[in-house]
């Protein structure tokens, strides 16, 4: 009776928690493995892959039989837009030749995108520069130059007058790119291609 007993419960076990967990994780695994990978698409020639480091830190590779090329990319706060910077050394010829299939992957992988690359620094006029400078001064900011030229390093804001979030913010946007100004070069970009949702670096 007692064995008879024993055995029911066993049954019981096995049917209504053992058995269960059992297709569950059946289930899992089938869905992991037949369920399109979010981060490659591949097309018959060549394939766009995104591989993250963080967050919002990646490399999309774009990869063929012969090449791989890889972008340093940044992925925006909202998570499906992506800036991809094209490597400095990568010729113009290739460049031009990968670029539409660039834009096919990140369009078929749902991404918004910007596509773009660093161009040479430009010298800033001088006296462009000098004013920027006294612009600096005038709002109280102290200027940190580096020893033996006079190229501004760093910047300090001192007594920054009370105000709202939306006018600090933008003081400090004004000492940003006077800053950038006084530093007497100036980084810029080339977009290259973009999305419809996405058309700035």
């Known amino acids: 009776m007692i064995s008879q007993v024993l055995a029911d ?3 019981q076990v096995l049917v209504f928690v053992v058995l269960p ?6 289930g899992i695994v089938i869905y992991g493995a037949f369920r399109p990978n979010n ?5 018959p020639t060549f394939s766009v892959r995104i591989n993250f480091l963080a967050h919002d830190v990646a490399y999309v590779v774009y990869g063929t039989e012969s090449k791989i090329v890889e972008f340093e990319a940044k992925v925006g706060r909202r998570g499906r837009l992506i800036y991809v910077r094209a490597p400095k050394e990568l010729p113009e010829e290739d460049l031009r030749d990968i670029l539409p299939f660039l834009v096919q992957g990140l369009t078929r992988l749902r991404y918004a995108y910007v596509i773009y690359r660093n161009l040479e620094p430009q010298k800033i006029p001088e006296a ?6 006294a612009e600096l001064q005038r709002m109280g900011v102290s200027l940190g130059e580096s020893v ?3 190229q501004v390093q ?12 939306e006018q600090t913010k933008a003081t400090i946007s004004k000492v940003q790119d006077l800053m950038a100004t ?8 080339e977009v290259l291609a ?3 949702r996405a058309t700035s670096v």
């Open 148 to 150: 033996g030229q006079r």
């Open 182 to 189: 006084a530093r007497g070069v100036r980084e810029t970009t």
């Open 21 to 26: 967990l059992v297709l569950l994780l059946s």
């Open 154 to 165: 760093r910047a300090v804001i001192h007594n920054l007058p009370r105000s709202t979030a």
């Open 9 to 11: 419960e066993s049954v």
């Open 39 to 43: 981060y490659v698409a591949s097309f």
């Open 128 to 133: 462009e520069r000098e004013a920027a400078i």
């Open 194 to 196: 973009s999305s419809g």
